[in-house]
Nanobody, 119 residues
Framework: QVQLVESGGGLVQAGGSLRLSCAAS?????????GSWFRQAPGKERESVAT????????GYSDSVKGRFTISRDNAKNTVYLQMNSLKPEDTAVYYC???????????WGQGTQVTVSS
């Protein structure tokens, strides 16, 4: 069975840091895989935060997190990470991991992990 498990969320003060992890099991990802982090705050739509190709050669970030967040991956561990620095209260949301194939053969989501940034 395919499963994505997020971890690393929690409560942190503004200006602090967290590292989120997304461990995938049940799949051996191809070179076409893309890993992403999305987030959704209460009453708001889910938005893309960061994306990385499985090769690690291509990354992209939303303007709101660029320069503060870094996405990375460890292919041997089938894990995608999101290093979150200089956190702001507006970063408070449930963060979701997504792993998908570029051409749509698969598209998996984790259950989400809560990140709360206090002022």
């Amino acid at each position: 069975q395919v499963q994505l498990v997020e971890s690393g969320g929690g409560l942190v003060q503004a200006g602090g840091s967290l590292r989120l992890s997304c461990a995938a099991s049940g799949l051996t990802f191809s070179s076409y895989a893309m890993g992403s982090w999305f987030r959704q705050a209460p009453g708001k739509e889910r938005e893309s935060v960061a994306t990385i190709s499985w090769s690690g050669l291509s990354t992209g970030y939303s303007d709101s997190v660029k320069g503060r967040f870094t996405i990375s991956r460890d292919n041997a561990k089938n894990t995608v990470y999101l290093q979150m620095n200089s956190l702001k209260p507006e970063d408070t949301a449930v963060y979701y991991c997504n792993v998908r194939s570029v051409r749509g053969e698969y598209n998996y989501w984790g259950q989400g992990t809560q990140v709360t940034v206090s002022s």
